[in-house]
T-cell receptor, first 107, second 113 residues
Framework: AQSVAQPEDQVNVAEGNPLTVKCTYS??????LFWYVQYPNRGLQFLLK??????LVKGSYGFEAEFNKSQTSFHLKKPSALVSDSALYFC?????FGTGTRLKVLA | NAGVTQTPKFQVLKTGQSMTLQCAQD?????MSWYRQDPGMGLRLIHY???????DQGEVPNGYNVSRSTTEDFPLRLLSAAPSQTSVYFC????????????FGPGTRLTVL
């Protein structure tokens, strides 16, 4: 069975600082990994995905994610956070989603 | 392209009532799915379809039915609503199951009294 864990319910970061939102996964076979973002009262929007190839994946709005096979992790990162990045972030492996991490960027 | 559309946006039901949540996509995607979103639970897969005429159960299928008569439409039926079905429901579609990103509709907020 495949599963995704997002260990942090909320992450707070100051504007301009780097941010990391953590995700670990468990899957048999190739891990097709995704990050999505949800703004209030909206559906989810795709940010980026890892299928194969380079372990560092670049996505929308300056976000990137690092695939680490040995640690079965796929952490979402951004070098400099913006207040507008405040939202709910979901990691997914294939069609299975984590519980979400609320990112709050403080001005 | 309208993308993925869902109707209604909001619905209030009484316990025992039935209703259908509509979902349509105009991207010619083969894969469609229904999720429910509850606080602290993330998104849980209810049912999915890999193509017209083919449906399968997800993680939490009890109390829900689906059908897929066309590529475009994937309605979700609540047979006899219960308060535990109070949730926000999202429909999504993608080119194929698993390794393509999903496109989500705006959601339906359902309250069962």
């Amino acid at each position: 069975a495949q599963s995704v864990a997002q260990p942090e319910d909320q992450v707070n970061v100051a504007e301009g600082n780097p941010l990391t939102v953590k995700c670990t996964y468990s899957v048999s076979g190739n891990p097709y990994l995704f990050w999505y973002v949800q703004y209030p009262n909206r559906g989810l929007q795709f940010l980026l995905k890892y299928i194969t190839g380079d372990n560092l994946v670049k996505g929308s709005y300056g976000f990137e994610a690092e695939f680490n096979k040995s640690q079965t992790s796929f952490h979402l990162k951004k070098p400099s956070a913006l207040v507008s990045d405040s939202a709910l972030y979901f990691c997914a492996v294939r069609g299975i989603f984590g519980t979400g991490t609320r990112l709050k960027v403080l001005a | 392209n309208a993308g993925v559309t869902q109707t209604p946006k909001f619905q209030v039901l009484k316990t025992g009532q039935s209703m259908t949540l509509q979902c349509a996509q105009d991207m010619n995607h083969e894969y469609m799915s229904w999720y429910r979103q509850d606080p602290g639970m993330g998104l849980r897969l209810i049912h999915y379809s890999v193509g017209a005429g083919i449906t399968d159960q997800g993680e939490v299928p009890n109390g829900y039915n689906v059908s897929r008569s066309t590529t475009e439409d994937f309605p979700l039926r609540l047979l006899s609503a219960a308060p535990s079905q109070t949730s926000v429901y999202f429909c999504a579609s993608s080119l194929q199951q698993g390794y393509n990103e999903q496109f989500f509709g705006p959601g339906t907020r359902l309250t069962v009294l």
